[in-house]
Every structure is written in structure tokens, then in C-alpha cells.
């Protein structure tokens, strides 16, 4: 039996013409109707709630679990991530060719310092700004892309019994000292100049490629000091210039 038969009708006589009889029905009427809409819109609701979580609760705790998956499990800072060079003797690369075509070139209008840098520090590690107490620079300063590679170089080096020691981190553009060319890495923090006192530049260059710098350079400056110059490129998410 069809709902709408238990709404009384107005029956044709005196009391239809009793004053707002009609309109009384046509209110019952319009009740029930809206009554229906608002029992099949929750019905609906419920069952897409039950599959991909009620609307009203907000989309936290979803997008926190699609931001996991595509995240994916944490990287593996213990192990290499790619098999060593056979070799790396001095005033070599890996890969071969320009350091611009592999970590990509400065972009200082976009740079971000306050974004991009973070702050690095590792009792493991030795850093060359500790020690000079008459300098402004702060070697723990690096750009965000190097820090896993360099958190598993940490790892790998004291595996082999090493002490790693930052010589050069991130450097302002304004840096007076000219040390770096205008168009360094060193500029965004991207690059660091890495030596160890106990395992060789040579040794200590290919623990660098595994450890999943993008640019590895054994540098031999003619002036001395030799050095590793390592590089990244920015994040996926960053624009390039």
C-alpha cells in the first residue's frame, strides 16, 4: 500500500471548504516528499561513507594515508644505493660530462633559503665552521635534497671505520670571500666539500656515489687541498629554472 494513501484527503464537501483545508493537505504532502529526499540522500551518504569515509569527517586521515602510499617506505639509510665506480682516481666525475647537466643549474631568483635549508648535524660528523670561531658561515646549513644521501654517507663511512669531515656547506650569494664561482651549487646549499682523514679521497668518492649524491667530483685544486665535491639535484616537487 502506497504511503501517500495514509495522508487523510480532503473530502469534497463541507470540510474541503472549511478555510486552508487544502492547503493543510498540500503541506502533509510536501512533508513526506522532503522526508523521502532526506532518507535517500543519508542512505546514499552511508554507503559511500562506509567506502571512502563519511564527507563531513574531513579529508586528515585519508589524504594522510594516500600521502604514506605514494610516499612509500622510508628510505634505507644504511645501505648503498648503487654498486661503486671500479675506480675514481683524481680530477675525476661520476657521471662523466658537466656537473650543470646532472644536478641541474642554480636558480637564485626562486632560492628560498628559509624553505629550503635545513639544518644538519651528526656528533659522528666533523664540520669545518666549528672550528673557526672567526667566520660566519655554518657548515650544518645544507639544502633539504642532500640530506638522506648524506645522512646514509654518515652511515657507510663509519661502517669502514672513516670520519667524515664537511669542509664546505651552503654559502650565501653575498659571501665575501669569493671562494665559490657564481653559478656553485654551493649557492643553494646543493653542494658539499667532503674529505676523511682516514679513508682515502679515492675510497671515500665512491661511498658517495652510493650513497646517492647525483654529481661525485675527486677535486685536485691547483693551489691544494683536495677535496670531494658532491651535489643533488632539487626535489621532484621544486621548479626548475
Known sequence: MAIIDFIKKPVPGDDFAEPGAFNKWMAV???VAVAFCVV???????IEGCRDGFPWEGKGSKSATEQQEKKGPPPDLFNPVRAAPAYFPPNSNVPTGKEVN????IHLESFDPQKEL???DDPRVWFESDQDTHDTEDDHHIHRAIEIPLKRLVNLVEKRGGKLKVQE???EASDKRKIHLETSLHREGRALDLTDDVLGLGDLAKLCWQAGFDYVLYEVPSKGGRHLHCSVKRLPEEKQP
Open 169 to 171: 656547506a651552503y654559502r
Open 102 to 105: 646532472t644536478s641541474g643549474a
Open 29 to 31: 504532502a510536501i512533508a
Open 40 to 46: 535517500g540522500l543519508l542512505l546514499i551518504l552511508s
Open 118 to 120: 635545513i639544518r644538519f
